[in-house]
C-alpha cells in the first residue's frame, strides 16, 4: 500500500529544487511542527468504556493560524494525517488564504456507532485537544466522515469548555458549521462546485462542451454529490458512480437528486432503483471524458492508471493518485487537475466563515459562490501559466507556486535562531 506522506513528500522534493527553496526552509517544512495524537475514553451505549484513538497534526503556521479537517474513518493513521496535514499547507498557500496547514481525525467507522455514540466521542476529541485548537490557532473543518452537524458539536463543546467569554468570535473555532449555528452558506457545495469550476475552466480553454461529455464519480459523500450536482446543472451526464457497495452505471446518466437522497436514507448505492452493481475494476477501466475521485487516496495505482479510459482528472479528494500512477497518466497524456487546487473550494469558503464569524455579518449564498469562482480560478491559470512556463506538470506547478509564496514570508520575516 503506498504511503501519503511519502507521495506528498515525493512532488514536495521535486518543487523544492525546482523553485530553489533553500535548504533551511526545506528542513523545517519536510516535517509537522506538531504531531498530537490522544486517547481518550468514551462509554458507549451499552454503558462499556471504549478507548479512541485522536490525531491533530499541524503542518505549518508561517502563513496564519493552523487550518484543516477532521476525519472519522477506520483507516486514520499517523502517516495519512501527516500527509493530508502537509497538503492542506500547500493548499492555503496557493489559494491566497491567510492560513496555515494542519488535519486530524479520529480512527473508527461511523457507520458502527448511534448518532449519540458518535455525539459523545466528538465532544470527548475536542476535551482532549483542549487549546490545541482555537479560532486564532487552529481551525478545523470536516472531512470524510464528519459533516456540519459533527462542526456544531464541537463549536459547543470548545465554547462550554473554553472559559473565556467571547462567545462570538469563538464560533470561529471550527467552520463547515450549518449555517443556523454559525456557519456559511455556500460551504456545503464548496468543494465539490470548487472542482468543477476548475473543470469549467480547463474546458474553456480545450474547446470542450461540458453539456456533451460524461462524467464518472468516486465517492458521492459531500465532494462527488455536490459536483454532481452542478454538473447536472450544466447539462453534463454522470454516468456511473463507485462507492464502497461497488460501482453503479447508467448509460443515460445517474438521477442525481435521487441518488443523494437515496444515499442519505440507504448509506450507500446498494440497491439503488434495483440496478446491478459492477465492480471497481470497471469503474476504473470505463470510457468516459472526466474522471473526478472523490473519497479515499491512493485510488489510482499503476493498475488503474494503466486501465483509465479518460481525458481528464480532476481530484475531488485529497491524494487520490499516487507518484507511480502519476507519471503513467503522464505518458498516457491524461490530464490531472490536482487536489491542491481543485478542491480548494472548502477551505476557501471556510475562510470566508471564519471572517463572517469574526465581524458576526452574514452573507447572501450568490455572493458567497461568486468569491469562491474568482478565488479558485485565479489560482487555476496561475498553476496553468506556470505549468506551461517551466514545463512542469499542473501539481508540481501548484506545490512550486505554493512554496515560493511561503519561502518569500520566511524570508521576509526570519527566521527564530
Ligand atoms: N469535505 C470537504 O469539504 C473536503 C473533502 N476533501 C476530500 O474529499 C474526499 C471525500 O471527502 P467527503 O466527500 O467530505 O467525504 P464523505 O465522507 O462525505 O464521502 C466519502 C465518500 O467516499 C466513499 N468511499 C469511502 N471509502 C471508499 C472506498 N474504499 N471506495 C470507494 N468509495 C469510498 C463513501 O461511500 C462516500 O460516498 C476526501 O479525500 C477528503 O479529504 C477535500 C477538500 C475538502
Ligand atoms: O475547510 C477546511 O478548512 C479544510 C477542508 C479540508 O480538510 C481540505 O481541504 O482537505
Redesign the pocket.
Known sequence: MDKLFKNVVNIFNQACKKADISKTIHTILKQPKNEIIVNFPVRMDSGEMKLFKGYRIQHNNILGPYKG?F???PQVNLDEVKG?AMLMTL?CSLAGLPFGGA?GGVKFNPKDFSISEIEKITRRFVHALGDNIGPNFDIP???????AQTMNWMMDTYLNTSGSLDRQCLKGVVT?KSVKVGGTKG??Q???Y?VVMCIEEWAKQHNYKISDKTFII?????????AAKRLDSLGAKVVA?????GTLYMKEGVPVRQLTEY?AEN???AGFMGQELLS?EEFFSMKADVMI?????N?IGEKEAHAAQVELIAE?????ITNRADEILAEKDIQVIP?VLA?????IV?YFEWLQNRSNDYWHEHHVLEKLQDKIIKAYHIVHDLSIELDVSKREAAYIRALKNIDEVYNERGIFP
Open positions: 479537517g476525519r472519522y474513518h493530508l493548499k488535519k473543518a470536516p472531512d470524510m466522515g464528519t459533516g463547515g460551504r456545503a464548496a468543494t465539490g470548487g468516486q465517492g458521492f459523500g459531500n465532494v462527488g454529490s455536490w458512480v463507485n462507492d464502497c457497495a444515499i448509506g450507500s448505492i471497481r475521485p472523490a473519497a479515499l487516496e485510488q475531488g479528494a485529497n491524494g487520490p487536489d478542491n480548494s473550494g472548502g477551505v471556510s
